[in-house]
């Protein structure tokens, strides 16, 4: 009796574990509304997590968003400029015009503005190639 009990709590503990591997693997991607009506900390942000990096971008209107980069292995080399840009309703890319955040370390963040584009149909903001992730789409 005591060895089949064993075997079971075994056996749950393995399950337990591999399906924890499995999802770790998956992107991980969200939406937070709140009242814009109050401060910038309460407009919408979105979230991509993968491959051990976290992107958080908030829309602050007229064509400008504050971006943060956090991790907990490696140092984040990245000069956002490059690596970003909007993809409106229409297919079209918009390159960004300045990035004013840092580059390295575990955590950044800064403006990524861009020039005027109609935000009233939905677009993405795309970031390229961060952690080996050929794209994040953060869609609004």
Request: hydrophobic content about 40%.
């Given at each position: 009796?005591?060895?089949?009990?064993?075997?079971?709590?075994?056996f749950?503990?393995?399950?337990a574990?591999?399906?924890?591997?499995l999802?770790g693997n998956?992107?991980?991607t969200?939406?937070?509304?709140v009242?814009k009506?109050?401060?910038p900390?309460?407009?919408?942000k979105k979230?991509?997590?993968?491959?051990?990096?976290?992107?958080?971008a908030?829309?602050?209107?007229?064509?400008?968003f504050?971006?943060?980069?956090?991790?907990?292995?490696?140092?984040?080399?990245?000069?956002?400029a490059?690596?970003?840009?909007?993809?409106?309703?229409?297919g079209?890319?918009?390159?960004p015009?300045?990035w004013?955040?840092?580059i390295g370390?575990h955590h950044?963040e800064?403006?990524?503005k861009?020039?005027?584009?109609?935000?009233?149909?939905?677009f993405?903001?795309?970031?390229?190639d961060?952690a080996?992730?050929?794209e994040?789409?953060?869609?609004w």
């Open positions: 009796m005591r060895a089949s009990g064993i075997i079971i709590v075994l749950i503990l393995i399950i574990a591999v399906s924890g591997c999802s998956e992107p991980k969200e939406t937070a509304t009242d009506t109050s401060d900390d309460s407009l919408e979230v991509n997590s993968e491959a051990g990096v976290t992107v958080t908030v829309y602050l209107g007229s064509s400008a504050d971006v943060k980069l956090d991790t907990h292995s490696g140092s984040l080399d990245y000069e956002m490059d690596l970003s840009y909007i993809r409106d309703n229409k079209n890319i918009i390159k015009e300045s004013d955040g840092g370390g950044f800064g403006i990524l861009f020039p005027g584009f109609d935000d009233s149909a939905g993405e903001l795309v970031i390229q961060v080996g992730v050929k994040r789409v953060l869609k």
